[in-house]
């Protein structure tokens, strides 16, 4: 089986290339990323050490170059993004052409190439934000930031393909992805690099938002379980069932490092903040799947990976300096 990932070199679609080459012998996988500044081949060490991993650099908004990375892939698995919501706020201008234009061009390319499947990584953030009860995968679709908007978008031109065009395409909705290779900008690894330097963590107000974690691996395992049970034409929720507040998801952080909670600082809240949305599981349940790694376990194994892993998180660091000032020095 051939696989092609878009946005490989990321934290999801890198974790995605290692799962599916120690799972299947005969799995191939090609991945088609920009190399931006979310995006490294050390991510794919791994992946590469088997001789079954081919890299391709190149935009998902090059007609050309995805018509290429198309030819004789038998899975595409569209993970390319800008993925970061705070980017998207401060400039939504990546967010939108990648993320909406991006995922029009795949689709269109793995049409004319006549893939045989099409996955398609939506975001839990398209529906919006709910303080009670869940969302379902026929609830509307009500994205509120730059990102997730972006998303939504290409959320139904993905649907539209099947509708219009028939083409085997399934839409997946995860919730929120901790564990290692996660890019130093978002919550988990951006608080454990600042509190290892005992730096203050920027809280967005009052820290009572809360997100369902999901860990990469059973992430992965999911879409695997999708890509080969899931239906043409349908959208599948991926929950963590792992509700919690964001002050608690800190708090574990600061214990693990053997760090104090006076780290944390209360800072302006994130415009349009999504303070909850989520997912009703029922549908992947239905398909045999569970998550399998324990939140509390799998948090303080992340947060290790961070602490052994400084060289990457310093790299990556550097690489999102620019975005990192700009946007924490507004926010007192
Ligand atoms: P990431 O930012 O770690 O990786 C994104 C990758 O896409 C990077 O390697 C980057 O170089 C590449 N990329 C960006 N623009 C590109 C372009 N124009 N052409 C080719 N490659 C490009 O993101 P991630 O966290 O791994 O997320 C992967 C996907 O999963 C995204 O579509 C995101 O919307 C979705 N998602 C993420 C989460 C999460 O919690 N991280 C949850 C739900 C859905
Ligand atoms: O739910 C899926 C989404 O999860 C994905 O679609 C996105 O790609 C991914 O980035 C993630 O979005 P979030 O906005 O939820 O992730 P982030 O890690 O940026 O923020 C998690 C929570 O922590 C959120 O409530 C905002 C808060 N936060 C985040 C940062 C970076 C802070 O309080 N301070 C911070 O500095």
Redesign the pocket.
Known sequence: MHYLITGGAGFIGSSLADHLLARYDDARVTVLDKLTYAGTRENLQSAEATGRLTFVEGDVCAEQTAREACEGADIVIHAA?E????RSILSGQEAARTNFLGTFTMLEAARQAEVGKFLFLS???VYGAKTEGSFNEESPLNPRNP??AA?AGADRMAHAYFVTYGMPVIITR????YGPRQFP????P??VYKALRDEA?????D?R????WLHVEDHCRAMDLILREGEAGEAYNIPGDNERR?LQ??QIILDELGKSESLIRH?ED?PG???R?PLDGVKIAGLGWDALVPWEDGLRETVRWYVDNQDWVERAIKRGEDFHNQW?AG?K
């Open positions: 993004a993925s970061h919501v705070d975001t839990d953030e990102y997730s998303k995860p919730s929120n992805n900008e978002k919550l988990v951006l608080f963590l920027p809280v967005y107000g820290g938002q809360r997100r369902d964001n998801t800190i800072v994130r903040h999504d303070v949305y924490y926010r």
